[in-house]
């Protein structure tokens, strides 16, 4: 095994049979995978392409029909190479009469941990996660994004090398998306490596170094992100504000030496950049409305009093 890899598979293939044993079905087709350690890797496809048979193969609750797997560099059949894992399933299956305090510790003394390390560990996870104020309430009450919340921190007990993660933003809203890459990029920086598996692209493309793409039973895209998505026909030439007549001498230059039409506009946030902006500057200034670049800013929307608003509504 490759001394950097931390999950490495060779010609891996997974055969579904049905009670007769007959092949019912092709789940994975000759996979060759690397993942290097420390980096955040995105295993993407539609439904049915292979993801979760992949992830079952790493985790050994599956044998592959032909090829091999190793992780952490032991076998994947070997059940001791778990303790290094950390998994956070697309539905987490958590005990639902337990608060997070009787959650973490449950799971913390599974992996044998003394009474003052799972108590250390807990402190520090829902610090992490941002369910301090939530610790004694019963999972049962925690909102979807609260139980995705404590799914990662019940990952992450253990303090794992490898980390893997399914649909890991699944129900969570946009601030606490944005709270969930965050922390996943911390655990890059702590050294761990991550596997996630997501449909939500723009995710993927905000936190992982490098991507897989199945269809089928079979990788059909591997590299790294930034490389994968540059659009090497066009180039690109950024600059702070220019006026109109520096604008038509650098289109004027361009000219010279190609002949395609030349497009000079602004560049475009994203949506989720703009509503986290949004959000944020509402906190800061209460009742002013955030005025789009562009707009008329010297007669800004009126905002009423918080009583009048209410009494409005």
Not at 273 to 296: C, H, I, M, N
Not at 301 to 306: F, G, K, T, V
């Amino acid at each position: 095994m490759n001394s950097e890899a931390v999950i490495e598979t060779r010609s891996l293939s997974k055969v579904y049979r049905d009670f007769w044993g007959r092949k019912k079905v092709r789940a994975l087709n000759s996979l060759n995978l690397e993942v290097k350690q420390g980096e955040i890797f995105g295993l993407l496809g539609p439904n049915g392409s292979g993801k979760t048979t992949t992830i079952k193969l790493l985790l050994g609750l599956l044998f592959p029909t032909e090829g091999t797997v190793e992780i952490l560099g032991q076998p994947a059949t070997d059940v001791s190479k778990n303790q290094r894992i950390g998994y956070l399933p697309e539905e987490s299956y958590l005990y639902r009469f337990l608060n997070a305090d009787e959650t973490l510790d449950f799971y913390g003394r599974l992996f044998n941990m003394s009474k003052a390390d799972r108590r250390k560990r807990t402190d520090e996870l829902l610090d992490m996660v941002k369910l301090q104020h939530a610790r004694k309430r019963q999972l049962r009450e925690y909102s979807k994004g609260m139980t995705r919340r404590i799914g990662l921190a019940q990952a992450l007990i253990n303090n794992p090398d490898l980390v893997l993660l399914d649909e890991p933003t699944s129900g969570l809203d946009p601030l606490g998306t944005r709270d969930m890459k965050d922390m996943i990029l911390n655990l890059r920086d702590q050294g761990k490596t991550v596997l996630m598996c997501s449909h939500v692209l723009s995710d993927v493309q905000d936190v992982c170094d490098r991507v897989a793409i199945l269809d089928g039973g079979e990788l059909k895209v591997l590299g790294r992100v930034d490389e994968l998505l540059k659009n090497q026909g066009i180039t690109q030439i950024r600059a702070s504000t220019l006026s109109e007549d520096a604008i038509a001498e650098v289109k004027a230059v361009i000219a010279k030496h190609n002949n395609d039409t030349i497009d000079v506009d602004h560049p475009v946030t994203t949506l989720e950049d703009l509503f986290l902006k949004t959000v944020r500057d509402s906190a800061d200034r209460p009742g002013q409305r955030y005025v789009p670049p562009g707009e008329d800013k010297a007669a800004p929307a009126e905002s009423l009093p918080a009583s009048e608003e209410a009494a409005e509504s």
